[in-house]
T-cell receptor, first 112, second 116 residues
């Protein structure tokens, strides 16, 4: 079956530091890949997505590249802000887009 | 606000009681999903509808859980004879087929259930 593995948190960074959150996946066929962000007490917000190999998704300074050869979709941001503090979830959907499979989430804490 | 709407946002109930959550998807989204998220974990798929048809159910959806989408618009998720293990956030999401043929799934704010 499909599965997603993320690096465990919390990840604690100072403001303006570089961020990488690792995500690898196992899937059959050609899944789409997503990053969602969840702020305390709220639902999930779509951050970015990529639908095929070598696609780069980007939004709000975050980016991730769909690497089929390494089955990875690592999230990066060049300079984090305190407001980026949240839990980040990597996810994939099957080729038909019927459902999402999520990783366990990575908590990011950014200190001023 | 044209996002996915869920009601109630918070529910505290006694063990053994029934609870019902409602979800209003983004208009014109033909797919509607229910997920469950426990503290510190990622969301887990429960079930999804395409229009009014319930096309897939997870093994997590025991016979105490029932979901409906009678007119292909809003949906309800009912939990009967609640147990403490049902305490979680219940997330609703919706999607429509995009121009590239895939689905991008948008989530609501979630409904928190606490069973005491």
């Amino acid at each position: 079956g499909n599965s997603v593995t993320q690096m465990e948190g919390p990840v604690t960074l100072s403001e303006e530091a570089f961020l990488t959150i690792n995500c690898t996946y196992t899937a059959t066929g050609y899944p789409s890949l997503f990053w969602y962000v969840q702020y305390p007490g709220e639902g999930l917000q779509l951050l970015l997505k990529a639908t095929k190999a070598d696609d780069k998704g980007s939004n709000k300074g975050f980016e991730a590249t769909y690497r089929k050869e390494t089955t990875s979709f690592h999230l990066e941001k060049g300079s984090v802000q305190v407001s980026d503090s949240a839990v980040y979830f990597c996810a994939l959907s099957d080729q038909a887009g019927n459902m999402l499979t999520f990783g366990g989430g990575t908590r990011l804490m950014v200190k001023p | 606000d044209t996002g996915v709407s869920q009601d109630p946002r918070h529910k505290i109930t006694k063990r053994g009681q029934n609870v019902t959550f409602r979800c209003d998807p983004i208009s014109e989204h033909n797919r509607l999903y229910w997920y469950r998220q426990t503290l510190g974990q990622g969301p887990e798929f429960l079930t999804y509808f395409q229009n009014e048809a319930q096309l897939e159910k997870s093994r997590l959806l025991s016979d105490r859980f029932s979901a409906e989408r009678p007119k292909g618009s809003f949906s309800t998720l009912e939990i009967q004879r609640t147990e403490q293990g049902d305490s979680a956030m219940y997330l609703c999401a919706s999607s429509a087929r995009g121009t590239g043929g895939g689905h991008t799934i948008y989530f609501g704010e979630g409904s928190w259930l606490t069973v005491v």
